[in-house]
């Protein structure tokens, strides 16, 4: 009997010092399996949390709001102070595997704490909305850009040495010369956009200057469907755009039109006509949230939930939803071979004008290349079949999908769940993973790009691709 129970230490000893080695070799068995697999960690929910956790997860799966939020809190010397910008960041990292984390499941409970010093009251224990939530985020950011000193304290020497190099002196008078501002307070999130607004008079046809409006998010409404036909993402963006008619509005140009024909000395009213309105995307931005409008009421005014599925595709054409400045026939050429440009708003007036047959939304090829859901056009390797598109054989505006957040439920109450892409390879860290995932706060399993396709988005997060000769462009623009 002692004999067996001495075998039986020795060969638990052995058994212990495996585990320990396999332990040192590969780290915990919970960890190797999601290396393994290539998931991400999950987010524990706090209560009524999931609105948080889905967002954060979709916010995690753009790369380009991840490195602007890099480059936006790369001045920040001291980290003892709480800054939304530097939570978010680190949040967003270790759910793209950017930082090694030990835990399958994160807390991000400190994201609420800074809200609450940036005067968000969100509680955890209440419904709340993602979409939101994400104009929260945005907003605090911008306040906390804002906030930033413009001007260099007299007791940064470092910073004002740093100025004296770049402008050789540095004036202590009143008018005299102040360091210049950083790029970085000047740029915007990845996410900032802008709209343009044009009104046209009916009865003399004429423009008034274009109005420019910013956004961080195109929110939809979901238009009424056709008997037989498909609700396409392409239906949603084409009723945000189409004209509207506004009555009732003064008229400058009838009313200088109506004096010019009276006698001197008769008192004219303002002449009130009708004008058409029109929506267009004056500047794009490289990170794309869409936010499908999923609220309506009932005849008894009390609020329902739309659950009819929107068909939208791995890649979004935004081209024919692109505000152009009209320019003479004689300059077409030369705005031809700058159409890959920003068109940035100054203080030039434009005119919007009405989108060819060619450009509008109604036929049938470009409903179906930005909202169909076939399977032929559902590349997985991460290519655009543009050759079956003649007319969008070399769009500009091209946007890849990269997370979708849905929820399941009613008004009243209901869960927030995510698709999002898996993280690049590390060996790669540039290219863009075609492995979806399906997260519901601390649940992760992989998923296919046909599940994601089929969901009844809510959020969708589409980023930016350029071409190589859009690269070589923005390269220049920056050496410039």
Not at 1 to 6: G, V
Not at 24 to 31: A, D, F, K, R
Not at 52 to 74: R, Y
Not at 218 to 232: F, K, V
Request: proline share 5%; with cysteine.
């Amino acid at each position: 009997r002692y004999k067996a129970m001495k075998n039986w230490g020795v060969i638990g000893g052995v058994a212990a010092a495996v585990a320990a080695g396999m332990y040192v070799l590969w780290g915990p068995i919970t960890e190797r399996k999601r290396r393994r697999r290539g998931l991400v960690p999950g987010l524990l929910n706090l209560g009524n949390t999931c609105f948080m956790n889905s967002l954060l997860q979709g916010l995690s799966s753009c790369p380009s709001f991840i490195k602007w939020l890099e480059e936006f809190t790369a001045q920040y010397k001291s980290t003892e102070r709480q800054y939304l910008s530097l939570t978010l960041l680190h949040l967003l990292r270790a759910l793209s595997c950017q930082e090694v984390t030990e835990d399958d499941v994160l807390d991000a409970s400190c994201l609420l704490e800074v809200l609450r010093m940036y005067r968000w009251q969100i509680s955890s224990f209440e419904e709340q909305d993602a979409h939101e939530l994400f104009h929260v985020l945005t907003s605090s950011l911008e306040d906390e850009r804002d906030r930033q000193p413009r001007v260099t304290h007299l007791f940064d020497v470092h910073s004002l040495e740093q100025s004296e190099i770049t402008q050789k002196q540095i004036s202590c008078r009143t008018r005299g010369s102040l360091p210049p501002v950083s790029n970085h307070w000047k740029s915007q999130h990845p996410f900032h956009g802008r709209l343009t607004s044009n009104m046209v008079c009916k009865h003399c046809e004429h423009q008034s200057p274009v109005r420019y409006d910013t956004f961080d998010s195109l929110s939809l409404s979901i238009p009424a469907a056709a008997w037989g036909r498909p609700m396409t993402l392409d239906h949603c963006l084409h009723h945000f755009i189409s004209s509207e008619s506004v009555k009732d509005v003064v008229c400058d140009n009838c009313t200088k039109i109506q004096a010019e024909g009276t006698l001197n000395g008769q008192s004219i009213e303002n002449q009130r006509t009708t004008f058409v309105k029109q929506l267009k995307l004056g500047k794009l931005p490289q990170c794309l949230c869409i936010h499908l409008q999923r609220l309506s009421w009932s005849n008894q005014g009390t609020p329902l939930k739309r659950h009819e599925h929107v068909q939208f595709n791995e890649f979004l054409i935004m081209d024919i939803y692109k505000y152009r400045i009209p320019v003479h026939k004689s300059s077409q050429n030369e705005l031809n071979q700058k159409n890959s440009e920003e068109t940035t708003p100054g203080t030039k007036d434009g005119i919007a004008v009405k989108p060819s047959d060619a450009e509008q939304p109604s036929g049938t090829k470009p409903l179906f290349l930005n909202g169909a859901c076939s399977s032929s056009f559902l590349m997985s390797s991460g290519t655009f079949p543009l050759a079956a598109f003649p007319e969008c054989s070399s769009p500009v505006y091209l946007y890849r999908l990269m997370a979708v957040v849905v929820h399941h439920g009613d008004m009243h109450s209901g869960h927030f769940v995510t698709y999002r892409r898996s993280p690049p390879s590390p060996k790669n860290p540039l290219s863009v993973s075609s492995q979806w995932l399906w997260i519901s706060d601390d649940t992760v399993r992989k998923a296919s790009l046909q599940e994601v396709l089929s969901s009844s988005a809510y959020l969708l997060f589409y980023e930016r691709v350029h071409s190589r000769v859009q690269h070589q462009s923005l390269e220049l623009r920056a050496e410039e």
